[in-house]
């Protein structure tokens, strides 16, 4: 089983700056496989992109998704009040058919 | 887009059982598979199990193999998740999700939308 290791797992930075989150996979996976979330405190995960780089429905053009084999990341371009949340990237796995969530970064503001 | 609205959870003891249920509305339930996915207080997220759309096939978290049931009914627009033999470790918000279709027709493999969760407690 894929284990999905995010980094780091905390990131200070302020509203406007640039943000770059790690998943690092412990084997190489299929880019289509690859998703990112954002969850604020008492909400849902929020889809943002998915097969690594395409954006969900109605996520602005400031979250972008990049990556292939084991190393992906989610960068912010510039961030908004309602960025400051955890993050989250999951991978599907097909032998055997399961999902994976990696720990999460927590985005706060400094 | 899509509504999920998770019910069911409460307070159970060890070794008990529990049914949650997740009514969708405002898409086409039956043409999409369906997860389950849990988070601890105060931790990360768990996939829990998936339904394809037509039911015949369900896949586990180990966790939870042998003791959890997903299923679900397109007549009603309902998933369900049967929990039996409740630990403590089980503790949980549960949320129900829809795996997303991509606009050329395949799974995405992510899961686009969510409901609000309910919460399972097992405690003595």
């Known amino acids: 089983e894929i284990v999905l290791t995010q980094s780091p797992g905390t990131m200070s930075l302020s509203p406007g700056e640039r943000a770059t989150l790690s998943c690092r996979a412990s084997q190489g996976v299929a880019t289509r496989f690859l998703a990112w979330y954002r969850q604020s405190p008492g909400q849902p995960p929020r889809l943002l992109i998915y097969a690594t780089s395409y954006r969900a429905s109605g996520i602005p053009d400031r979250f972008s998704g990049s990556g292939s084999g084991t190393d992906f990341s989610l960068t912010i371009s510039s961030l908004e009040p309602e960025d400051f949340a955890v993050y989250f990237c999951q991978h599907y796995g097909n032998s055997p058919h399961s999902y994976t969530f990696g720990q999460g970064t927590k985005l706060e503001i400094k | 887009q899509g509504q999920l609205v998770e019910s069911g959870g409460g307070v159970v003891r060890p070794g008990r059982s529990l049914r949650l249920s997740c009514a969708a509305a405002?898409?086409?339930?039956?043409?999409?598979?369906m997860h389950w996915v849990r988070q601890p207080p105060g931790k990360g997220l768990e996939w829990v199990a998936v339904?394809?759309?037509?039911?015949?096939?369900?896949y586990y978290a180990d966790s939870v193999k042998g003791r959890f049931t997903i299923s679900r009914d397109n007549s009603k627009n309902t998933l369900y998740l049967q929990m039996n033999n409740l630990r403590a470790d089980d503790t949980a918000v549960y949320y129900c999700?829809?795996?997303?279709?991509?606009?050329?027709?395949?799974?995405?493999?992510?899961?686009?939308?969510w409901g609000p969760g309910t919460t399972v407690t097992v405690s003595s």
């Open positions: 999700a829809r795996e997303g279709i991509t606009s050329t027709g395949f799974y995405s493999y992510a899961m686009d939308v």
């Open positions: 405002e898409f086409s339930f039956s043409g999409y598979s």
């Open positions: 339904v394809w759309n037509d039911g015949a096939d369900k």
